[in-house]
């Protein structure tokens, strides 16, 4: 992260504290919440169950949460399950950072792009054993108090390994994870001023023949940049001369393609060593998620 970075959070985070006003900071507090992609592994609802991601006692940002999702399923379909937990956390004094991997960016896009301006009741922030929590007489708000996104591994513009049939074509989330369709689910755009930091990892070979530019084995550079368009592209890193260079922040790639709106590549792959998947240790690019999360989330 540059020092420009840091001090655009700490200022960010200054701005909503005085908004809040000092008493209401007394009582308010600070939620991590990590959203899973594809397969899944927590049971719903249950927002101690880090089994998608690794060890539940590893730092991850203050006050973590695990949003669990079936990770099968379409993203509408689960979709319930994210703003419950959105509405249980980030609600009234509260404020959560995000943290999502893989087809977790189209949960996050989602949800602020269909639900983030939508009216909000005020919880009490102690879930039920469904997950869900009561209110708490505060009354309602609009949309979540979210202070930005870190996403790792993004499958916000899709996967070419969907439209190929890599992955079980049963699996009604496949379809969504086609780059058409994932491209075209939502408003990419409209994040609610939100800033999405993105982690793009480039430990890529099995597929190097199907995912086009760099690429984590499941997801390549243009959905984990955040490249703006309809359909995906060859996006590397400034070593590889056969494509157009993914750039940091959130400047348009090397041949003029814009990122989405509030779309900001935080970190780039330029060593190739970070892969796709967690392992069940919090591995992979999530990794890196993990480390901004721990020095950035308080």
Same mark, same amino acid.
């Given at each position: ?13 200054? +701005? ?11 009582? !308010?507090?600070? =939620? ?13 609802? *249950?927002?101690?169950?880090?089994? =998608? @991601?690794?060890? !539940? ?5 203050? *006050?973590?949460?695990?949003?669990? @999702? ?14 419950? /937990? ?18 977790? *960016? ?31 007489? +505060? ?12 996403? !790792? ?13 890599? @992955?079980? %074509? ?9 780059? !058409?369709?994932?491209?075209? %689910? ?13 982690? +793009? ?5 099995? =597929? ?11 997801? /390549? ?13 060859? =996006? ?25 709106? *509030? ?29 901004? %999360?721990?020095?950035? +989330?308080?």
């Amino acid at each position: 992260m540059t020092l420009k970075e840091i001090g655009w959070r700490r200022i960010a985070i200054g +701005a909503a504290a005085v908004g809040l006003g000092l008493a209401a900071l007394a009582h !308010a507090t600070n =939620y991590t919440l990590w959203i899973n992609g594809r397969t899944g592994g927590g049971q719903l609802g *249950n927002y101690a169950d880090f089994t =998608y @991601w690794g060890a !539940a006692g590893t730092a991850a940002g203050v *006050n973590k949460k695990a949003v669990n @999702w079936d990770g099968y399923n379409t993203i509408a379909n689960q979709n319930y399950l994210v703003r419950n /937990a959105l509405d249980c956390y980030c609600t009234g004094n509260n404020w959560c950072y995000l943290g999502a991997h893989s087809a977790g *960016n189209l949960q996050v896009g989602y949800t602020l792009a269909m639900y983030g301006g939508s009216t909000r009741t005020i919880t009490n922030a102690s879930p039920n054993s469904g997950g869900t929590c009561s209110a708490s007489g +505060a009354g309602t708000q609009t949309g979540w108090n979210i202070k930005w996104v870190d996403i !790792a591994g993004g499958a916000g513009g899709g996967s070419e390994l969907a439209n190929a049939g890599s @992955w079980a %074509m049963s699996e009604p989330l496949v379809s969504d994870l086609k780059t !058409a369709t994932a491209r075209a %689910m939502y408003d990419h755009n409209q994040t609610r001023g939100k800033i999405f930091y993105m982690f +793009a990892g480039a430990k890529g070979t099995l =597929y190097s023949g199907i995912l086009p530019g760099q690429d984590d084995e499941a997801i /390549a550079y243009h959905s984990s940049g955040g490249i703006s368009g309809s359909s995906g592209g060859a =996006y590397c890193n400034p070593s590889d001369w056969l494509c157009n260079d993914l750039t940091l922040g959130t400047a348009a790639a090397e041949g003029g393609r814009a990122k989405w709106n *509030n779309h900001n590549v935080q970190f780039r792959d330029d060593g190739e060593a970070w892969n796709h998947y967690t392992n069940g240790k919090w591995g992979g690019i999530v990794s890196r998620a993990v480390a901004d %999360m721990v020095a950035n +989330a308080k």
